[in-house]
């Protein structure tokens, strides 16, 4: 697959980094000649200096013969008239783009990206995707990591087990038997800096992150057995009044039943969003000052979320809220580096919103019928859902008879609207929704698997 970049950015190198290690060949425009020369000695890839949007310098790049072209600079109609140029010129396939203002994403105006109009195949909103994951997160807080899939009905999550978790030492075989109402498909394991897939045989121990995959009624209640029992959030702090924070406050006054304080340190933007929020109190000040984070009600607090665009502000404002008597504190992240930095000061969940937006183009980058992935540990395993073609060499066929690639477990299955957790005796059938877990080294396999064949047509 041959593949352009627009935009040299965190998110740009990001996407260059996975799909140079997905075999695909890779050019990346930048007008930046730093940025470009960087990349170029870190990655197996090809930069090119100048402006994504100029058809000379995409023919430069070798627009004539690519598949697909990925527009994530910093300027939304940049990233708009790259894709218009690659569709309109060049004829390339497959145009992505990140679109950050909000005024092009709503609904009234969706019909603005069309393949009749500007013909954009996948928009990506970074801070949608982030606003999303917070929700989630702030939904289950005792998930360190938490996917929806097949339209909500099946979730993929993350869940690190305590000291005193019931399901240690147990072969994960006799879980289902021991504890009859954990309803759940243990699928991988990350112990340490090694993720795995489970075993049958294998036996988890305190401190191990497992992920594990159900139908949504029942997270609930596998995190109660699994995890630390924690109270959803009724009272939240928001510091950053951006896109995301407003993003986030918005869909929390939707849900109801939950008391909102935002601290915004512009004075112009808090005005701006407390114009527009109903029921939620803006403070105007900075999410490090003390007596701010007192004013929000700080001690009462059972989640704090800090998602301004400085992570060292994010960082230490969840650490100070911590100190002040928030139960929890989730924090947006851009800089790896930051991750397990976050965590050894004692903050609790942190959100990359790079890792969401990549996740977002593995989907439309795999082959077969595979409608979304989820990437953890920065690609060392995906989660993914796929559909079931009569192709398939899994249909018909028993789950113990075969022959999954080493590295694959199916966690659930969609099937007439009801979710299945599969055995060795259960058998795929054409059009199933299959939820699944794949180690990185497996990935090609399950796109195989998930192929349409010729004899589908």
């Given at each position: ?12 190198y990001?996407i260059?980094a ?5 075999k695909?060949?890779?050019t990346v ?26 058809p000379?310098v995409l023919v ?6 690519a ?12 990233n ?9 010129v060049?004829g390339?396939?497959t145009?992505?783009?990140r679109?950050r ?11 603005v990206?069309s ?13 949608r995707e ?15 990591d938490?996917k929806a899939?097949a339209?909500g ?11 005193d ?12 038997e ?5 309803h ?15 075993q ?11 992920f594990?995959i ?5 997270v ?17 702090i928001?510091?950053?009044?951006g896109?995301?924070?407003?993003d986030v ?18 004075e ?7 114009e ?7 403070l ?5 000052d ?6 929000a009600?700080?001690?009462d607090?059972?989640a ?5 665009n ?5 960082v ?5 809220a911590?100190?002040e ?18 965590h050894?000061?004692g ?7 790079r890792?969401?937006t990549?996740s977002t183009?593995l989907?439309?980058?795999?082959r077969?019928?595979?409608k979304?992935?989820?990437?953890l540990?920065?690609g ?9 073609l009569q ?10 008879e075969?022959?999954?690639?080493p ?10 609207g ?7 005796t ?8 299959v939820v ?9 396999a399950v796109?195989?698997l998930?192929?349409v ?5």
């Open positions: 697959m041959r593949v352009i970049v627009c935009g040299a950015g965190r998110v740009g990001g260059a996975r799909l140079t290690r997905e695909a060949n890779v425009i930048d007008r930046n000649p730093a940025l470009i020369r960087g990349l170029a000695e870190r990655l197996d890839v090809r930069g090119v200096v100048g402006s994504g949007s100029y000379d430069e790049a070798g627009a004539k013969e598949d697909m072209v990925i527009a994530v600079t910093a300027s939304d109609e940049v708009i008239v790259a894709c218009q140029i690659a569709h309109s060049f390339i396939p145009k992505i783009a679109i203002a909000q005024a092009y994403l709503q609904t009234r105006y969706a019909d990206f393949r009749d109009n500007i013909p954009i195949d996948v928009i990506i909103s970074p801070e982030v606003a999303e994951a917070v929700l989630q997160r702030l939904t289950t807080p005792a998930a360190s938490v899939f339209d009905r099946i979730w993929a999550v993350g869940v690190r087990l305590r000291e978790c019931p399901v240690l030492e147990t072969p994960l075989r006799q879980v289902r021991l504890f009859p109402d954990l759940v498909t243990i699928v991988g394991v990350r112990r340490g800096n090694t993720l795995f897939r489970a049958a045989a294998d036996l988890l121990q305190a401190g191990d992150e497992v594990f159900c139908a949504a009624e029942w609930e209640r596998a995190l109660e057995i699994l995890g630390e029992p924690q109270p959803r959030a009724r009272r939240v928001l510091i950053g009044g896109n995301i924070g407003y406050a918005s869909a929390l006054e939707a849900k109801g039943q939950v008391k909102i304080r935002l601290i915004e340190l512009d112009e933007r808090a005005a701006f969003v407390a527009r929020l109903e029921k939620t109190i803006v105007q000040g900075s999410g490090l003390r007596e701010v984070l007192r004013e009600g700080v001690a607090a059972e704090v979320v800090a998602l301004t400085s992570d060292q502000v994010n230490l404002a969840g650490v100070i911590k100190r008597g928030a139960r929890r504190a989730n924090v947006l992240i851009n800089e790896a580096e930051y991750g397990p930095l976050s050894s000061v903050i609790d969940r942190y959100i990359d919103p890792a969401t990549i183009i989907q439309h980058v795999r077969g019928r595979i979304a992935v989820y990437s540990m920065d060392a395993a995906e989660l993914m859902d796929a559909v079931a192709t398939s060499n899994l249909v018909g066929t028993p789950l113990g075969a022959h999954l690639p590295g694959v477990a199916i966690g659930a299955i969609l099937r007439r009801e979710v299945i957790l599969p055995d060795s259960t058998s795929i059938e054409p059009q199933d929704r699944l877990f794949a180690l990185r080294e497996s990935v090609e796109q195989k998930f192929r064949g010729i004899e589908y047509f």
